[in-house]
């Protein structure tokens, strides 16, 4: 029994699909990285799993914590998972951390929410919790507010309330965007040994490769609610299957000889992602890839492509479209580059 | 340090506005047309009693010289006497402020009442029709006049079913509970327009609590919605409630002067009415003086409640 199993996650807004049919399993210590545009539907496919979706949207399929279904659950049993088995830090560490309390009461709450104990005792585990999340001077700094504290030690803050009933998952998303380039790595590690240190399973969204490929043994690619290619990390860097991954992988490739990542990537995937409910029928990239054809209209299964899965009629590297010659392969090198 | 400094340099700006706000009200009272001494004669006294009344009130002086008595007195807490009465000031007023002063606090009471549970519904429906519902209702409320209010209440609630007095008001010495009585329909006529005012603020502030980041973090703690939204709500809500809540304190001692004409109440508003109706000018002057000082104080008040609600004031620039 996996710890986490997502079955067919399908998220609506209306009639307007967000999330389209996500599945993925996760043993304990596995770690998953989500890797999409804003607005590929990563975010909340997360906000799903958590149960945190905002009351617009609407979950279906299943999302099992053990042999438990979450989304079967009332509202006050999916309390005690949230924070408990399964826990989520946030991308922006600034607004996700409340102005107006001090940061040791806040994971001290978190403590409380699911432990039996004295207000006394959930302070002194804050205290510990943030001495593991490297604060220098744990007792003092548990009494700032989170306008006293750097952005990386907000984020810190955020985990040490993550782990702070041992949870089986942790979600984060986003993790290290809104953090200085400068401390991004030093998330990343202490983030890598916590996860080690819980042996929780880990799901980390990014839209950032070489975040993920430092990261994560197994990659999930999103566009538009569908994840379009997803297996080892490795092989999906090493040879992208969905015309998608190639176009992100040679943006990142390309974007990392520069230092400004974001700016650079429209002109390499042309077009924009649309609005949700505005993709097109079918494969929802077929708007801005240059070996669609008119098959494309229907929705490609996701299917073993070489080492791994994609959902594409006319993967790279495999059978090309009658019409267009095949794209160039992105050579291997740069796929590897990639990942620093 | 910094704070008390802060705190100071409030205070400063209290005093500077009194002071502005006393200026004015002197000035646009002294520039009125008629003389009071005019007035308190009728029409057929002479020139010469005229002239002798002016100059026992003292509004012979130079603008300044008056100016400086008022404030003065006000100081030394002599309010003066009443030119139409005789009588000193501060026994009038102190007789109408045991109107006005539970008129205004039981408004402020059914205001707070109505607009935090109506305000709090109509943010967590915010998207179901009850939550419309609740929405239109607090804006029919802020739609009907105070005086409107208060004749539908005397109507129903003292013409039809006599549950409650329809107006006029017995000392609370004389009796307590009759006294209380005779002010409920006034409060609730008073607070029901405060408390649909504020209740569209507690709305926006809870909606804003409702989506921010923080709250969906505590819902990821695990904490249920009413228990995220009492620990983490609380104190950031009510930042921008308790600012609007100074800026409607105004509104409400305006009101509280319809409200005491509707219910014949012998409050502070009944007696400035009737003041400025008999050019009694030193009482208006001593009224509306008072009244600003309120509410220029409670808005300081406010001021400095911010620091205890809010961490992040005054702690960087």
Redesign the interface.
């Known amino acids: 029994m996996s710890t986490l199993s997502v079955r067919n996650l399908t998220v609506t807004l209306g009639a307007a699909v967000v999330v389209d049919g996500v599945s993925f399993d996760l043993e304990p210590g596995q770690r998953l990285g989500i890797i999409g545009e804003s607005g590929s539907g990563k975010t909340v496919t997360a906000l799903a799993v958590?149960g945190?979706l905002a009351?617009?949207l609407r979950a279906t399929g299943q999302v099992l914590i053990g042999d438990r279904d979450l989304l079967a659950m009332t509202?006050?049993q999916r309390?005690?998972?949230?924070?408990?088995t399964m826990?989520?830090v946030?991308q922006?560490p600034m607004?996700?951390?409340?102005?107006?309390?001090r940061v040791g009461r806040?994971i001290a709450?978190?403590i409380r929410?699911?432990q039996r104990c004295t207000r006394a005792e959930a302070r002194q585990r804050a205290t510990e919790l943030l001495a593991r999340v490297e604060f220098t001077d744990p007792a003092r700094q548990a009494r700032s507010?989170p306008?006293?504290l750097s952005g990386g030690q907000r984020q810190r803050v955020?985990l040490a309330?993550a782990i702070?009933c041992d949870p089986a998952v942790i979600l984060a998303d986003e993790p290290t965007t809104a953090l200085d380039v400068t401390v991004q790595a030093q998330m990343l590690a202490l983030m890598a040994r916590l996860v080690t240190e819980e042996n929780a399973a880990l799901v980390l969204i990014s839209h950032d490769l070489a975040v993920v490929s430092g990261m994560c043994e197994r990659v999930m690619v999103m566009y538009g609610g569908h994840v379009v290619e997803s297996g080892n990390t490795a092989q999906v860097l090493a040879a992208p299957r969905h015309p998608y991954t190639a176009g992100l992988l040679a943006t990142s490739a390309a974007v990392s000889l520069d230092s400004d990542r974001t700016r650079l990537e429209v002109p390499y995937i042309p077009g924009q992602v649309p609005a949700v409910g505005s993709f097109p029928a079918g494969c929802p990239f077929r708007s801005r890839c240059d070996r669609a054809t008119a098959e494309c209209a229907v929705m490609p299964p996701i299917e073993a492509v070489g080492d791994h899965l994609a959902a594409c009629h006319h993967p790279l590297g495999g059978p090309a479209s009658p019409q267009i010659p095949a794209s160039p392969q992105i050579p291997a090198d740069l796929a590897e580059s990639g990942k620093e | 340090m910094s704070a008390l400094l802060q705190a100071l340099r409030r205070l400063l700006i209290l005093i500077a506005s009194l002071f502005a706000a006393s200026v004015l009200v002197f000035l646009v009272l002294a520039v009125l047309p008629g003389s009071p001494a005019q007035v308190i004669l009728g029409t057929q006294a002479t020139p010469a009693s005229v002239a002798a009344l002016t100059a026992k009130l003292g509004l012979d002086k130079p603008l300044w010289q008056q100016y400086a008595d008022w404030v003065g007195g006000l100081l030394t807490g002599h309010l003066g006497i009443s030119y139409i009465s005789g009588q000193p000031i501060w026994a009038q007023l102190s007789a109408a402020l045991q109107v006005t002063v539970p008129l205004i606090l039981m408004g402020l009471a059914v205001g707070v009442l109505i607009a935090v549970p109506l305000g709090m519904i109509s943010a967590l429906r915010a998207?179901r029709p009850s939550g419309a519902l609740v929405s239109a209702l607090s804006q029919v409320g802020i739609a009907i006049p105070t005086f409107v209010g208060g004749i539908l209440l005397i109507i129903v609630f003292a013409v039809t079913v006599h549950l409650l007095p329809s107006g006029g008001f017995v000392t609370w010495q004389q009796s307590p509970v009759q006294a209380f009585r005779s002010l409920i329909l006034p409060a609730i006529a008073l607070g029901v327009v405060e408390g649909a005012i504020l209740s569209r603020f507690v709305r926006a502030s809870i909606l804003e609590v409702l989506r921010?980041?923080?709250y969906?973090?505590?819902?990821?703690?695990?904490?249920?919605?009413l228990q995220a939204l009492r620990?983490?709500g609380t104190?950031?809500a009510l930042i921008p409630v308790v600012t609007v809540f100074g800026l409607e304190m105004a509104g409400l001692i305006v009101g509280a002067i319809v409200v005491e004409n509707v219910f014949t109440l012998p409050g502070v508003g009944t007696m400035l009415l009737q003041a400025v109706d008999n050019r009694d000018l030193l009482l208006v002057q001593d009224v509306v003086i008072g009244v600003s000082a309120v509410v220029l104080l409670l808005n300081f008040l406010v001021d400095l409640s911010y620091r205890l609600?809010?961490?992040?004031v005054g702690?960087?620039p």
């Open positions: 958590m945190l009351p617009s509202e006050r309390c005690e998972v949230r924070g408990g826990a989520m946030f922006e607004t996700a951390l409340n102005p107006t309390m806040q709450e978190a929410a699911h507010y306008h006293q955020m309330m702070a | 998207d921010s980041d923080y969906r973090t505590a819902r990821a703690k695990g904490l249920r919605p620990r983490h104190r950031n609600l809010d961490p992040r702690s960087r």
